[in-house]
């Protein structure tokens, strides 16, 4: 399986430019997820990989050659499309083999390969159905085969799952998982889900406005984010930020707002925090812990008013204010808070992300 | 007013207004129907004309080359009939066949190439069907006769039949193809199809319900064509509307005769139709996208 490297890839409609000098290796036999807001560019990015879409300057190469000049059939790239693009006038053996019948393979081999296929996506008993005739978790199924039977070393989707119901969607996200690892392929995979990024990555690059933000392991993206945006957009629900100013007490570091002050690890790279010290803090819903009684001494808490119980089972998502602004918390939902309530919440100095208010990039 | 004669009409003009229209639309076929069936003695009688032995005498005399045994009322065969028919087979066939062909292309290049003037072109192409043929014929007679010969042959009339139809042709097809989904052709084009193929074998295919459209209304304008096909064909091209008229001569008009023509005129248009019809079935995309 090839290693894929965008070398400075750009693109432009006139000019407009919407993806700004893309570079990046996709390593051999590697699930790489593409995620980011609708307009980010993308699916842009996975259509001039597939051959859809012209380059406008730099190179896309497989194993060093550069294929952006190549049609989408020299391409040894096969996609999935979003909304599934199945031939209606054909039945699913006739859409699956569709590419190796226009590529003149012996029919024995054909049906070989459909057989297959059909038996890795439990399609079997459906062959000779028209796509009219399926569900829609069905039709996903038979575009995903028509993809593989091709045995492309690249399999290219584009937000194959978007259109499916939440709970189709997530089974598919399961059986998706299963059969990556009984193909040997290298998966290139768009969406703005970031569970399913998550979930099904091995990396992910999140861009934003046609730029890629941070390149690397779901952990990595989670736990050490580049800057604000990855870490707004990984982790559901999302990151709270908050202004702040970073003082220094007793060789501690301080975040104060308007309304709490909280201790802050230690940082390494000080050198970089604005001579202000101003700074944007942000804290993941899942980090604020309820204050126990007993606890009640502790200095360093902030106290928030609650505004909206969100009970979704064993976890409730508390809509709270702190001084007019607005900061999520995921508890469990024993013991219950009760909407008007004032609770302090505390947070481990470790919790706690730093970033610069002005380039929004972290500070660690 | 009672609750059950709620959303019934009950006027008795509303029923009379049904009848005339009926009587307006099927009183001329149902007229056509008996006269075939009725000896000249028959027609030509002042009697009721509904009471009368039917008899295919008429029809016989009309097909009498094409039949199998020799019909024994008719003393002498006239195969103008039957060579009219065949010929209008021929040519609304014909005609039909390129129309579909050329404008299932054109149309295609419309929506999907983008190249200067295409707007230009889509209205233009538009514009041309709504010029009368009455105003195109003498151009085209004279253009046909006196710089390229084409008077009087069946290349003649299917080039002009075709020129007139396009137009419309491309216009249904253009709002066909703009239907098909992109993401269609693009997976054609990820599987290695080439353009033509994904033409042939993709896009083709989806809109077949407005190529039977298309080919139900270009074989009818055909069939039905009688000005220019009048001025341009010859004795032995004539179609049949050009016969049947040609037939009305000032010695001798056989009602009879012309009425089981234009039954006979009648009928390959509903088998036409029929058969295309079968091809509009609606939802034929169904499956391929996401609704």
Request: charged content about 15%; glycine content about 6%.
């Amino acid at each position: 399986m090839p290693v894929i490297t965008f070398k400075n890839l750009r693109k432009a409609y006139g000019s407009a430019e919407i993806i700004h000098g893309i570079d990046l290796v996709m390593e051999d036999h590697e699930f790489t997820v593409f995620v980011g807001p609708s307009g980010c560019g993308k699916s842009t990015i996975l259509r001039m990989l597939a051959g859809l879409e012209t380059v406008t300057s730099g190179q896309i190469l497989m194993n060093g050659k550069d294929i952006s000049q190549l049609e989408p059939i020299e391409r040894d790239v096969a996609m999935v499309f979003q909304d599934y693009a199945l031939y209606p006038h054909m039945n699913v053996a006739k859409n699956m083999s569709f590419a190796l019948r226009l590529a003149k393979y012996p029919k024995a081999e054909i049906s070989q390969r459909i057989n297959n296929v059909a038996a890795m996506l439990g399609l079997e008993t459906l062959l000779h159905r028209k796509p009219g005739q399926l569900s829609g978790g069905q039709r996903q199924r038979v575009a995903m085969g028509r993809a593989l039977v091709r045995d492309a070393s690249s399999l290219l989707m584009d937000e194959p799952l978007s259109n499916l119901d939440a709970k189709l969607r997530v089974q598919m996200r399961t059986e998706l998982a299963i059969i990556r690892d009984k193909i040997e392929k290298n998966i290139i995979y768009v969406t703005h889900d970031q569970v399913e990024a998550m979930t099904l990555g091995d990396r992910i690059v999140v861009m934003r406005e046609g730029s890629i933000q941070q390149h690397g392991t779901p952990q990595e993206l989670f736990e050490t984010p580049a800057n604000k945006f990855v870490a707004g957009f990984m982790g559901m629900p999302p990151m709270n930020f908050m202004d702040a100013t970073l003082v220094e007490e007793n060789d501690k570091l301080l975040a104060h707002t308007a309304c709490f002050s909280l201790p802050v690890k230690d940082l390494h790279n000080k050198h970089q925090l604005p001579s202000s010290g101003e700074v944007t803090i942000g804290i993941r819903p899942s980090a604020l812990l309820p204050v126990v009684a007993a606890d009640e001494t502790s200095e360093h808490t902030l106290t928030l008013l609650i505004k909206v119980c969100e009970y979704t089972g064993s976890q409730s998502l508390l809509i709270a204010e702190a001084n007019g602004v607005r900061v999520l918390v995921e508890v469990n939902s024993q013991p219950s808070f009760k909407v008007g309530d004032n609770i302090k919440f505390s947070v481990k100095p470790s919790d706690i992300y730093v970033f610069d208010r002005n380039t929004e990039l972290a500070i660690y | 007013m009672t609750k059950k004669t709620v959303g019934r009409p009950k006027n008795p003009a509303f029923y009379a207004l049904m009848v005339a229209l009926l009587v307006m639309s099927l009183g001329p076929i149902i007229m056509m129907v008996t006269t075939s069936l009725k000896l000249n003695v028959d027609i030509m009688s002042d009697a009721s004309s509904l009471w009368f032995s039917p008899t295919l005498e008429n029809y016989e005399t009309v097909l009498c080359d094409v039949l199998w045994y020799e019909p024994v009322n008719v003393d002498y065969c006239n195969p103008t009939f039957s060579r009219a028919l065949g010929n209008s087979i021929f040519i609304a066939l014909m005609s039909t066949a390129i129309t579909l062909i050329l404008g299932c292309m054109a149309a295609y290049a419309l929506v999907r190439f983008k190249f200067m003037g295409r707007g230009t072109i889509s209205m233009t192409s538009l514009m041309m069907r709504m010029v009368p043929p009455a105003v195109l014929l003498v151009p085209v007679f004279g253009i046909w006769t006196f710089n390229y010969g084409l008077d009087g042959t069946f290349a003649g009339i299917v080039l002009v039949y075709v020129a007139m139809n396009l137009p419309f042709v491309i216009w249904i097809l253009q709002s066909f193809i703009v239907q098909v989904p992109m993401q269609l052709e693009e997976a054609a084009k990820m599987d290695g199809a080439n353009p033509l193929q994904i033409f042939f074998l993709v896009v083709l295919p989806v809109i077949t319900p407005g190529l039977a459209a298309a080919a139900i209304f270009t074989f009818r304008i055909a069939w039905n064509e009688f000005l220019l096909a009048n001025a341009l064909l010859n004795r032995d091209t004539r179609t049949v509307p050009v016969t049947i008229v040609n037939s009305l001569t000032e010695y001798d008009i056989d009602w009879g005769v012309i009425m089981a023509t234009g039954m006979l005129l009648a009928i390959p248009p509903i088998i036409f139709t029929f058969v295309a019809s079968k091809q509009i079935i609606t939802g034929m995309t169904a499956g391929a996208v996401k609704g």
